[in-house]
């Protein structure tokens, strides 16, 4: 069974602070991506990693795919208001497009 | 304009009830998705599809069945709902090249 844990499920940051979430699992994924929800909305993508190993850079986010295709952690810099919100990661081991969430680590910022 | 849509937004019904949750995407993906959002349990995945008349069963099948009617539409159908049923389902249409998949703005069920 495909399972996605992630880390940590709750955060308060202040604006300006950084901000990590972690993804893990015991099985690979071929990929995984992440998300993240606002109150009252789907969640959107933010990012998709395919390469053991990749690092993806975009402004104020950097994602990391673990060597072992594992774990992943999504890193945002200086912290806004406006990144406030859920993020998810999720993948597909199954070959089948079906896909597993993780629980999702919430994150408040205080301005 | 927005590429997945759902309806109705928000829905109240009674139990032992009939209940359709439709689902419309213009990205013209082959894949589309139900879920369902509970606190503390992120997504999980009821039902699936890979293209018009194809339905798949996802982690938490039970207590629903699916229609794909066209590449357009993904429906999601309670028989018979139970007050376990109240959630948020969110549908997601998914490119199957990349995997990424882009949601609709979610239905809020409440069943009594």
């Known amino acids: 069974t495909q399972r996605l844990e992630q880390s940590p499920r709750f955060l308060s940051i202040q604006e300006g602070q950084d901000f990590t979430a972690r993804c893990s699992s015991s099985t690979t994924f071929p990929q995984l991506y992440w998300y993240r929800q606002v109150p009252r909305e789907g969640p959107v993508i933010l990012v998709t990693?395919?390469?053991?190993?990749e690092v993806k850079e975009q402004r104020r986010m950097t994602a990391k795919f673990g060597e072992a295709r594992k774990n992943s952690s999504l890193f945002i810099a200086r912290a806004q208001p406006g990144d406030a919100g859920i993020y998810f990661c999720t993948g597909d081991n199954t070959g089948n497009y079906k896909y597993v969430f993780g629980a999702g680590t919430r994150l408040k910022v205080i301005a | 304009e927005a590429a997945v849509t759902q309806s109705p937004r928000n829905k109240v019904a009674v139990t032992g009830g009939k209940v359709t949750l439709s689902c419309n995407q213009t990205?013209?993906?082959?894949?589309m998705y139900w879920y369902r959002q509970d606190t503390g349990h992120g997504l999980r995945l009821i039902h699936y599809?890979?293209?018009?008349?194809?339905?798949e069963k996802g982690d938490i099948p039970d207590g629903y069945k699916a229609s794909r009617p066209s590449q357009e539409n993904f429906s999601l159908i309670l028989e018979l709902a139970t007050p376990s049923q109240t959630s948020v389902y969110f549908c997601?249409?998914?490119?199957?090249?990349?995997?990424?998949?882009?949601f609709g703005p979610g239905t809020r069920l409440t069943v009594l």
């Open positions: 997601a249409s998914g490119d199957a090249g990349t995997g990424e998949q882009y």
């Open positions: 990205n013209n993906h082959n894949n």
């Open positions: 990693l395919v390469k053991s190993g």
């Open positions: 599809s890979y293209g018009a008349g194809s339905t």
